[in-house]
């Protein structure tokens, strides 16, 4: 049972989840007021509503239902949409029972039942103030500290083309695993993926132009590089409001079937897909085309999440041919050109290495380097997005 559409309606959208009909109608009677209810009578049913929209503020789920319980729905939920504030209706003989999924499914209130309707209307106010502070965490996280990440790492990759090209690489595959697998929160492991080559700076200099370019390591090397996501987190455990980033990156190391042993959260799987996306990134650096390096990460038994990899080597199996390479001077560079071959000056300096993705900020850099130094042209692009005439 769903409720027909309310895409006009300015009321407050709030997903109530119960098995018992009557029980959904009468908390749309109580609450129609000041509040848009729509329910469903299943989890399933309600976690595909909540994967396809964005605009329900807070989700209220009774603790006993058949196949799909209260709890199981709001941990899947936190999952799918995280800025959903979760509620949990229950019983007293659940109680036991919600302790724990108030535990693990983050739940912001639990209300025993039957619940006045002034305490319910209550709780929904609050939690819809809630999510409103979640929204604006969330969108000064994504684009004020996005924005200052962005602008060091462009910096960087000048100051260190090899290290930064690489993580600018591995930034993008996690961008489109993100949206491939529809990931909640992807901006958080995307700023981990950007940040997690951050240690390189301390490799020597053949070890990561190996890296760059998927070469063989040696057992020390192997060891050097183990190293890195420890070393990230002292470099960047001072920067406030990086706590979830730096887990991802520390975590990272940790196989999938260790994890798995225990029940994988929101960190344990984003630092999981992180470590797929810095190992795929090496195979293809190395000459191994996506499908290719998908199967062999695949024989690497425990390591990443087999779901994730199924996925994945499903939509490379599918792929069409790689955009084609492009070759533009200096000033035809744009935003959101791909590197597809490093950027030297001619005394052979690396300026900038493949796969760096080009911003303003970098154009500017490249240009003022040139200034001491030529850049050999042309360079070689790829262009991911259909961009203004480059003859301009």
Same mark, same amino acid.
């Given at each position: 049972m769903t409720d027909p559409p309310y @895409?006009?309606?300015?009321?407050?959208?709030?997903?109530?989840?119960?098995? @018992?009909?009557?029980?959904l109608d009468g908390l749309r009677?109580?609450?129609?007021?000041?509040?848009?209810?729509?329910?469903?009578?299943?989890?399933?049913?309600?976690?595909s509503a909540l994967s396809d929209d964005e605009s329900f503020k807070v989700i209220i789920s009774d603790m006993r239902m058949p196949v799909m319980d209260g709890a199981t729905v709001l941990t899947k939920a936190r999952a799918i949409r995280s800025d959903t504030v979760r509620i949990l209706?229950?019983?007293?003989? #659940?109680l036991e029972d919600a302790a724990s999924a108030i535990n693990e499914g983050n739940i912001f209130r639990f209300l025993i039942k039957p619940c006045p309707r002034p305490a319910l209307?209550?709780?929904?106010?609050?939690?819809?103030?809630?999510?409103? %502070?979640l929204i604006a965490e969330r969108v000064l996280l994504e684009q004020t500290l996005k924005g200052a990440i962005d602008a060091l790492l462009d910096t960087l990759a000048l100051a260190n083309p090899t290290a930064f090209a690489r993580a600018s690489r591995i930034r993008r595959l996690v961008a489109e695993i993100v949206a491939a697998c529809q990931v909640s929160d992807g901006w958080r492991i995307e700023i981990a993926a950007a940040l997690c080559q951050i240690g390189s700076v301390v490799l020597p200099q /053949?070890?990561?132009?190996?890296?760059?370019?998927?070469? /063989?390591?040696t057992p020390e090397e192997h060891s050097q590089i183990a190293d890195l996501p420890a070393i990230a987190e002292r470099l960047l455990v001072r920067i406030p409001r990086l706590d979830g980033v730096i887990d991802i990156i520390r975590e990272q190391s940790i196989p999938f079937a260790q994890v798995s042993d225990g029940r994988p959260d929101e960190i344990s799987n984003a630092a999981g897909l992180l470590r797929l996306a810095?190992?795929?990134?090496?195979?293809? &650096?190395?000459?191994?085309?996506?499908?290719?390096? %998908?199967?062999?990460? &695949?024989t690497r038994r425990g390591t990443y999440n087999p779901e994730l990899l199924a996925k994945l080597t499903s939509e490379a199996s599918c792929e069409s041919k790689a955009s084609p390479v492009v070759a533009v001077e200096l000033h035809? %560079?744009?935003?959101?050109?791909?590197?597809? &071959?490093?950027?030297?000056?001619?005394?052979?300096?690396?300026?900038?290495?493949?796969?760096?993705?080009?911003?303003d900020r970098l154009i500017e850099l490249i240009r003022n380097r040139?200034?001491?130094?030529?850049?050999?042209? /042309?360079?070689?692009?790829?262009?991911? #997005?259909?961009? #203004? &005439? %480059?003859g301009s």
């Open positions: @895409e006009n309606d300015p009321r407050p959208r709030i997903m109530c989840v119960d098995d @018992e009909p009557a029980v009677r109580q609450l129609h007021k000041d509040f848009c209810v729509v329910g469903y009578v299943s989890g399933h049913e309600a976690l209706l229950s019983g007293q003989s #659940e209307e209550k709780a929904l106010r609050d939690a819809i103030e809630h999510n409103r %502070l /053949p070890t990561l132009e190996k890296l760059h370019s998927g070469l /063989p390591l810095v190992d795929l990134d090496y195979l293809q &650096a190395g000459g191994f085309s996506r499908l290719d390096a %998908l199967m062999l990460l &695949a035809q %560079l744009r935003p959101g050109m791909v590197v597809a &071959a490093d950027i030297t000056d001619i005394s052979g300096r690396l300026l900038v290495g493949k796969g760096h993705e080009v911003s040139r200034a001491t130094c030529p850049v050999v042209e /042309p360079i070689h692009v790829i262009v991911t #997005e259909p961009t #203004e &005439a %480059l």
